[in-house]
């Protein structure tokens, strides 16, 4: 322990970045979620040089099966952990899949202007030339940094500084496929160190008007994804569970297919709130563009993947069902 140094607790989740293969040489096909948070931080003995590190082994699963429960578990622990004067920094190991969705929740939920860096990897820990250590030793640099102070909840891998807002996973297997490819990452990491260009101007973190600590749930909400030929099973399934939301993951600018539109309008009439958002991955969903949004009394996504939109969706249902103020914070968030 150094005194100097800032104090980061690691909390490991699981993931590829826990994971083990047969051989050196499985880069898939390997078994995530086996390596425990004091292995991960053995691994890196340069750690020690940067900041004065503790972990806790809050799950131990593979990110596709991250649930609401696990979101609100961590965000609890993170909220509690921040408060602490001892602690400047928080690292969140985690599975690659679903990682985008949790730094989005937490960027949406956590009380505090300290540092929150994600980080995974997307060998396996046994794997020549694992990205796991290094992508781990930067993301500990990082939350331990005054630079990243104030940012909002940061994704770090392969050397680049992402906002959890943005970022989104862009390949399957690659070790560089964390990106934000259009509005562009923050900054990179050098030697240990952040060097940041720019920041993300959505409100999120300390600035935000979602509290979970009260919570124990949160309100049920399916993306319905669309494509030629699509029916309305979906959409009938998840109202008839009672989701209270919905979020429509559409062609192009979120547009409605003919056979999807009145079950998407039968729903809003009994209450369920729908968000139409897009498929494609990039631009804005235009407001009274592809559907009359006031008319239907319907939300848009603004920029958020559907996948993103859930997450806000269910925080939003949490304050109101008011589409006025879920489309405002939809522009805010
Ligand atoms: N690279 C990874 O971490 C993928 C893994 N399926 C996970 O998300 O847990």
Redesign the pocket.
Known sequence: QDAKLPHVVILAT????A?TGATSTTTVGYT??KVGVESLIKAVPELSNVANVTGEQVFQI???SMTNEHWLALAKRVNTLLAQADVDGIVITH?????EETAYFLDLVVKSNKPVVLV???RPSTAISADGPINLYNAVALAGSKEAVGKGVLVALNDQINAAREVTKTNTVSTDTFKTTELGFLGYMLDGKPRFYRASLRKHTAETEFDVSGLNALPAVDVAYSYANVGTAAVDAFVAQGDVGIVHAGTGDGSLPARTKPALVAARKKGVIIVRSSRVGQGIVARNGEANDDELDFVVSDTLSPQKARILLMLALTRTHDTKEIQRMFYTY
Do not use: C, K, Q
């Open positions: 699981g993931g590829t970045i994971g995530a979620a593979a990110s596709e599975g690659t899949d679903t990682l995974g990897s997307m």
